[in-house]
């Protein structure tokens, strides 16, 4: 993991660079499974090649940024900061008011629309979007065009 670790520290932005990462256009779920202010948490890859990311349709009272599809964001499950799986329990990202996505390690908060941190020891920070479309009701993993 260290090599892929430098790697992705090169470009945080990008999640094709995290080992395990999918790749191409992956069918996740359908879009009417992640109910609001919910999360799913997709997993690819095994060992040293284990990638998680998570689809979130925010609470509400959230704003949307230009990254959201249909309602919806994606991000890597991991910490700018610690490298170490976000959620507090399995597919449970939200803080206790609802209103910012949650590092369960340090206490970091992160802004629902473009994951950037604003509360913890990576403020600044973001955390890695993947880029997800909604088509015909299916959340799909739709990697930039290079």
């Given at each position: 993991m260290q090599n892929g670790r430098r790697e992705t520290l090169s470009k945080p932005n990008d999640y094709r660079f995290f080992p395990g990462a999918?790749?191409?256009i992956i069918?996740?779920?359908d879009a009417a499974d992640i109910a609001v202010g919910t999360s799913r948490v997709f997993t690819f890859g095994s060992g040293a090649s284990l990638f998680e990311m998570f689809v979130m349709r925010p609470p509400e009272n959230a704003p949307l940024g230009p990254a959201s599809a249909d309602?919806?964001?994606a991000y890597v499950n991991v910490c700018p900061h610690a490298w170490s799986p976000m959620d507090w329990k399995p597919g449970e990202f939200l803080d206790y008011e609802r209103r910012y996505i949650h590092c369960t390690t340090h206490g970091a908060k992160f802004r629902i629309d473009d994951g950037?941190?604003?509360?913890?020891p990576c403020i600044g920070l973001p955390l890695t979007p993947v880029p997800i479309v909604v088509a015909n009701g299916v959340v799909?993993?739709?990697p930039p065009l290079d």
């Open positions: 999918p790749e191409g069918d996740l779920c309602g919806l964001v950037i941190c604003i509360h913890g799909r993993v739709a």
